[in-house]
């Protein structure tokens, strides 16, 4: 339950990172090392949303109380999803073809997590 809070409070003080960000910078202001920035904060907040939706999940559907390692390990995959659709949104490069690669990219990732871990 500790690992919860801290996940949690993490992602708001991101989620709050985020809104300065995007409120008070522009594109053209913020640098290389500002996308680094807004990426890994997205990530973080993503990250964080995941841990907390699966954790809800699991408390309905399979009446558990705490999350396992391997539940970050699923959340921390899946949370790279929306970080790689933003880049590629980026790019400009948004179309079946790479929805498809990073499906599937998600699906090897997280059967890699079942698999081996």
């Given at each position: 339950?500790?690992?919860?809070?801290?996940?949690?409070?993490?992602?708001?003080?991101?989620?709050?990172?985020?809104?300065?960000?995007?409120?008070?910078?522009?594109?053209?202001?913020i640098g290389p090392l500002g996308v680094l920035l807004f990426f890994t904060t997205?990530?973080?907040?993503?990250?964080?949303?995941?841990?907390?939706?699966?954790?809800?999940?699991?408390?309905?559907?399979?009446?558990?109380?705490?999350?396992?390692?391997?539940?970050?390990?699923y959340s921390a995959v899946l949370s790279f999803g929306p970080i790689m659709?933003?880049?590629?949104?980026?790019?400009?490069?948004?179309?079946?073809?790479?929805?498809?690669?990073?499906?599937?990219?998600?699906?090897?990732?997280?059967?890699?997590?079942?698999?081996?871990?």
């Open positions: 339950m500790k690992h919860n809070r801290i996940t949690l409070s993490v992602g708001i003080i991101g989620l709050a990172a985020l809104i300065l960000m995007l409120n008070l910078l522009s594109p053209s202001e997205a990530y973080i907040t993503i990250f964080s949303a995941i841990t907390f939706l699966m954790e809800l999940f699991l408390k309905i559907a399979f009446r558990r109380e705490k999350l396992s390692n391997k539940d970050y390990l659709f933003l880049m590629a949104r980026s790019f400009g490069a948004v179309n079946l073809w790479t929805t498809g690669l990073i499906i599937l990219f998600l699906l090897l990732a997280e059967f890699l997590v079942k698999k081996r871990i």
